[in-house]
């Protein structure tokens, strides 16, 4: 279907979920730009399984960019927020993708929870993020909640849920629903 898709140059393979579970997610990465005119492939990850093991898979994927998630301020934050993580895990696992991967861009996307009163400022990123990883490649976004996106919201805006079974082709196929997002 991303074929047929002409105008299409850049994919994200990602959309709330660890991509690198996918045991064939390699090779979905290498297909899409051998079988399409996609020219740009990025993927976001939590980056406990970017591993050794999962880099030298990704070597063949020609893989533009990898978004790492970190939260929090501190190591300790981001355990603690992200259950089951491992910052010194992802730390080396991160300095193993950038050693395997040359030529892949790898960021680091922090989310925090800001003081009330910087709720409006741009959030800064943390230092333990920077001194390991460099200003470049880290950028922080605030945790937000849409506490108003239910019920009349929606309908005042015009906005569905999309839910998985309304999505797909008469014949009932699953493709994604948002290629030019």
């Given at each position: 279907?991303?074929?047929?898709?002409?105008g299409?140059?850049?994919?994200?393979l990602?959309?709330?979920g660890?991509?690198?579970?996918?045991?064939?997610?390699a090779?979905?990465?290498?297909?899409v730009?051998e079988?399409?005119?996609?020219s740009?492939?990025?993927?976001?990850?939590?980056?406990?399984?970017?591993?050794?093991?999962?880099?030298?898979?990704?070597?063949?994927a020609?893989?533009?960019?990898?978004?790492?998630?970190?939260?929090?301020?501190?190591?300790?934050?981001?355990d603690?927020?992200?259950?089951?993580?491992?910052?010194?895990?992802?730390?080396?696992?991160?300095?193993q993708?950038?050693?395997?991967?040359e030529?892949?861009k790898?960021?680091?996307?922090?989310?925090i929870?800001?003081?009330?009163?910087?709720?409006?400022?741009?959030?800064?990123?943390p230092?333990?993020l920077?001194?390991?990883?460099?200003?470049?490649?880290v950028?922080?976004?605030?945790?937000?909640?849409?506490?108003?996106?239910?019920?009349?919201?929606?309908?005042?805006?015009?906005?569905?849920?999309?839910?998985k079974?309304?999505?797909?082709?008469?014949?009932?196929?699953?493709?994604?629903?948002?290629?030019f997002?």
């Amino acid at each position: 279907q991303i074929a047929a898709m002409k105008g299409i140059r850049a994919a994200t393979l990602y959309l709330a979920g660890e991509p690198l579970l996918n045991k064939h997610f390699a090779v979905m990465l290498r297909r899409v730009k051998e079988e399409t005119n996609i020219s740009s492939t990025t993927f976001t990850t939590n980056g406990m399984l970017l591993d050794e093991k999962a880099c030298n898979a990704l070597k063949s994927a020609d893989v533009d960019v990898i978004n790492v998630s970190l939260d929090g301020n501190s190591p300790e934050e981001n355990d603690k927020i992200r259950t089951r993580s491992n910052f010194q895990r992802v730390r080396t696992n991160i300095h193993q993708a950038r050693k395997t991967l040359e030529g892949t861009k790898i960021f680091i996307h922090n989310i925090i929870v800001p003081p009330l009163e910087k709720m409006l400022d741009r959030p800064r990123p943390p230092k333990y993020l920077t001194d390991e990883f460099g200003t470049q490649n880290v950028q922080s976004f605030m945790a937000i909640r849409w506490p108003g996106i239910v019920g009349s919201y929606l309908v005042a805006n015009n906005m569905e849920i999309v839910k998985k079974n309304a999505v797909g082709t008469s014949t009932g196929e699953y493709f994604c629903n948002s290629p030019f997002v």
